[in-house]
Every structure is written in C-alpha cells, then in structure tokens.
C-alpha cells in the first residue's frame, strides 16, 4: 500500500475514527482511505499517543494495532475499557498475528472485532461500517427487551439485571439482545457470530465461548444462558 494526498469527502459522516498504528506509511493510507469514505480521522502513532487521543477526542471507533511500542496494543486495549469515558468505544484490533490465542485474549479485553494484516482497506472499511452498525443498535421500535429479571434498552444500550446496569462491550451486548429476543431457541456458534461480530468476520468459532463466558461472567449467579451440547447457546425460557 502507497501514500496518497489528502482528499476532502464527498459526504462527510460526522463520525470520527482514531487510528492507532506505528507502521506511519500504513496508518497514513488508512487515514486517506477513511478521509476519503467521509469520517473524521485522526492518527497516533503509538500506545501512549493514542490513550490521550482517545480520552481528548472520544472517537466513535477505534483501529488498534496489538505490536505497538512503549505500551502494547493489549495494554492499550485494558486502558480503554477500564477508563468511563472510553470503555463504550468500538473497537477493532488490527495485527499481524492470527493466532488463536491472541484472538481470544483481543476478545477477551473487549475488542469488537479483529483484523489480520496483511488485508484489503476495502474489507477494513466494510468491517468499520459492521461494528458501527451493531454499536448504533437497530431502528426496530421494540425499544426495550425484558426477559425475566433481564433488561435492556436498544435505544441506549443499556442492559440491567434487576436493578444492576451491565458493564458490556457492544459486542456483548448484541449477543445478548439476540438471545433475549427468542428466549428458548437454541443458536449455532456460527449465528451468533454473524449477528454479533458480523457476516464474513474471519473469527474462530471459539471467540463466542469467549464472549458467551464474559458475559455470563457479568450477569452474576441468575445462569441463564445455557449451553446446548452439539449446538450453541440458547436462552432458558
């Protein structure tokens, strides 16, 4: 991939992106290339840059490289979802590795999506547009789901149980709508990739039992996520 010129948007979308990469040729085409779809777009060029960017500018997404100097892409990652103001942010690790094990500790941490280099900016941009769907919600006027003692609200994407607000990355919080909205119904692994990280994500089917089992994890003792064997996950009835 070749540096371009600055292009300004046709339509600009409003939304910006903060790029977290230390390869500066590669950020700075990525920057273009989302110039140039219409987002707002700034660049950092290391961990510790893209902390104070991400909690001054507030990003409504960010790509995040994992091989990142002085502070790693996964420290990075920790930091943003243990800070208020940015643990809500989409993410979407981009990295060089494609083993099993560093998708897994990426989802784990919080990530919402995760992309191998070397990749095609077109399918990067695709990716961008999937997780922002799924942070944005849907326009179905169900506004609120309730199913039991569980609750949430798509218009805010807030979950309860009880009275106690989840803490949940919008990853999580899709699955869980999925499942809330056909209490019973058992799912395949694979459904419940392409309704929460999206259709063609290349993801191990393993990245679900991740987040199924953070997520169980933040509900507490009410275990009403079951596992079907052979299949997937359903929600008891």
């Given amino acids: 991939m070749s540096s371009a010129p600055a292009a300004t948007p046709v339509t600009p979308t409003g939304q910006k992106i903060l790029v977290i990469e230390d390869e500066k040729a590669l950020a700075d085409v990525l ?42 892409g996964t420290e990075v990652l920790r930091e943003l979802r243990s800070s208020d103001r940015t643990r809500e942010i989409p993410v979407i690790i981009l990295t060089a590795k494609a083993e099993e094990a560093d998708q897994v500790v990426g989802f784990t941490l919080g990530a919402d999506d995760y992309v191998t ?59 869980l709508e999925i499942m809330l909205k056909s209490p019973g119904r058992a799912f395949t692994r694979q459904q419940l990739m392409d309704g929460s990280i999206g259709e063609g994500a290349v993801v191990l089917e393993r990245t679900i039992d991740v987040h199924v089992k953070t997520l169980r994890r933040k509900m507490g003792e009410i275990e009403l996520i079951e596992t079907v064997r052979g299949v997937g996950y359903r929600l008891k009835e």
């Avoid at 777009?41 to 790509?63: C, H, N």
């Avoid at 569980?150 to 699955?175: G, K, N, S």
Wanted: charged share 35%; net charge neutral.
């Fill in 31 to 72: 920057g273009y290339n989302l110039r140039r779809e219409g987002y707002d777009v700034t660049l950092a060029y290391d961990g510790q840059e893209g902390l104070k960017q991400a909690s001054a500018k507030l990003p409504d997404l960010i790509v995040l490289d994992l091989m990142l100097p002085t502070i790693s």
């Fill in 117 to 175: 280099k070397p990749f095609s900016v077109k399918v990067l941009i695709q990716r961008i547009k999937a997780v922002k769907r799924r942070s944005e919600g849907t326009t179905e006027p169900e506004d609120q789901i309730t199913h039991g003692n569980v609750r949430i609200d798509r218009i805010r994407h807030r979950a309860f149980v009880d009275d106690r607000e989840l803490d949940l990355t919008p990853t999580e919080f899709r699955l």
